[in-house]
């Protein structure tokens, strides 16, 4: 999924315990990515597939996060 520059902004500008979610069945996709900064330096990812969570990785930069989204 290609991310636009808009939800690029969005993901390096989140706050610590902030979250956002693109995709999902509501913008007509059935898959489905929620970001989490859970600290500083660490970002949680998990890649959803409806209601079926398919994964949940760990990374350290928002350029790791738009790399994850637009290669899976």
């Given at each position: 999924?290609l991310?636009?520059?808009?939800?690029k902004?969005?993901?390096?500008?989140?706050?610590?315990g902030?979250s956002?979610?693109?995709g999902?069945?509501?913008?007509?996709?059935?898959?489905?990515?929620?970001v989490?900064?859970?600290?500083?330096?660490?970002y949680?990812?998990?890649?959803?597939?409806?209601?079926?969570?398919?994964?949940?990785?760990?990374?350290?930069?928002?350029?790791?996060?738009?790399d994850?989204?637009?290669t899976?």
């Open positions: 999924m991310l636009s520059e808009v939800e902004k969005t993901i390096e500008s989140l706050h610590t902030e956002y979610t693109i999902g069945v509501a913008m007509g996709q059935n898959k489905r990515y929620e989490q900064k859970v600290s500083d330096v660490e949680k990812v998990g890649v959803y597939d409806l209601m079926i969570r398919l994964g949940v990785d760990y990374v350290k930069s928002p350029i790791e996060v738009i994850f989204i637009e899976n």
